[in-house]
C-alpha cells in the first residue's frame, strides 16, 4: 500500500537537486508520484531526476517570479500539475556575529530562504486551491524556534518560514489545500561546507541523541504531511530535532 501511497500525484520538490530536497523526491517516487526536481544546478538536478526515474528536472531561481512561473508551466506541460510542493531550497549563508554580519550576505540568505518560500508557495497555491486539493511542506528548522548564535540570518529567515507557514495555513484551512512546516535540528548535508566547524560542533553539542539527523528521517516526515494520510493538520510546525526541542 506504501508503494501507491502518491500514486497519480505530482510532488515538486525546490532545491530538489540534493539533501533534504532530493531525499523527499526520492520518498514520493518510491511511493508512486511524479516528481518534478526544481533547482538552480540543472547538471545536478538532471543527474539527480535521472536517479528517480518517473522525475523531471526544472531550471528555477526561487528569488524569481518570472522564474517560478516559467517553472510551472514546463511541470505543468511536460508532467502534470502539481499536487504537492516541498519548499526546501535555501542556504545557510555565513558564520559570524550580528556586528560583523555583511549586509548582502543577509539580503542573500532572507531573499533566498524567506522570500523563496513565500514566492514558491504562491506560484502553486493558486492551482491547487482552484482543483480542490494540496499539500505544501516547507523546510523551517530549529534554529527558527531558539536562535542560533553567529547565524542570525539563517535563524531569522527560518522563524519566517514558521510564521509564514502558519498564516498560509489558516488563509487554507477550508480550500482542501493544506500547509505545514518541518524543523530539524541540524541534517548532514552539503550545506556543511557553508558552515564553520566550531558552528557544527555547536549545532551537535544541543542534541541529546547526540548525533546529526539523516535526510532520509526528514523524509519520511515529510512524504506524511504531503500524503492524502494527513488531513488534520494545517498551519503546523513539526520538530524532528533528536530531543533538542520538546514543543
Not at 49 to 55: F, I, K, M, Q, Y
Not at 104 to 114: E, S
Not at 177 to 186: H, S
Request: with cysteine; net charge neutral.
Amino acid at each position: 500500500m506504501a508503494s501507491e501511497l502518491f500514486k497519480g500525484r505530482t510532488a515538486v520538490i525546490t532545491g530538489g537537486a540534493r539533501g533534504i530536497g532530493l531525499a523527499c523526491g526520492a520518498k514520493i517516487a518510491a511511493s508512486g508520484g511524479r516528481v518534478a526536481l526544481w533547482d538552480r544546478d540543472m547538471d545536478r538536478a538532471r543527474q539527480s531526476a535521472a536517479s528517480l526515474g518517473d522525475a523531471i528536472a526544472v531550471q528555477v531561481d526561487v528569488t524569481s517570479e518570472q522564474s517560478l512561473n516559467e517553472a510551472l508551466a514546463k511541470t505543468e506541460r511536460d508532467l502534470a500539475a502539481p499536487d504537492i510542493l516541498v519548499a526546501s531550497a535555501g542556504i545557510t549563508g555565513p558564520n559570524a556575529t550580528v556586528i560583523q554580519y555583511p549586509v548582502d550576505a543577509w539580503k542573500q540568505v532572507l531573499d533566498i530562504n524567506l522570500t523563496g518560500v513565500f514566492l514558491s508557495n504562491r506560484a502553486v497555491a493558486r492551482g491547487m486551491v482552484e482543483r480542490g486539493w494540496g499539500r505544501i511542506v516547507n523546510i523551517a528548522s530549529v534554529a527558527g524556534k531558539e536562535g542560533n548564535p553567529n547565524a542570525s540570518a539563517y535563524s531569522a529567515s527560518k522563524a519566517g518560514v514558521i510564521g509564514f507557514t502558519k498564516s498560509l495555513g489558516k488563509e487554507l484551512a477550508t480550500s482542501g489545500v493544506l500547509v505545514n512546516c518541518v524543523a530539524p535540528a541540524v541534517v548532514k548535508t552539503e550545506l556543511f561546507s557553508q558552515m564553520t566547524e566550531q558552528h557544527i560542533q555547536y549545532m551537535l553539542s544541543k542534541i541529546p541523541m547526540n548525533r546529526f539527523g539523516e535526510v532520509e528521517e526528514v523524509a519520511e516526515m515529510v512524504a506524511w504531511l504531503a500524503s492524502p494520510l494527513c488531513t488534520f493538520a494545517t498551519g503546523a510546525a513539526f520538530d524532528l530535532s533528536g530531543g533538542r526541542a520538546t514543543y
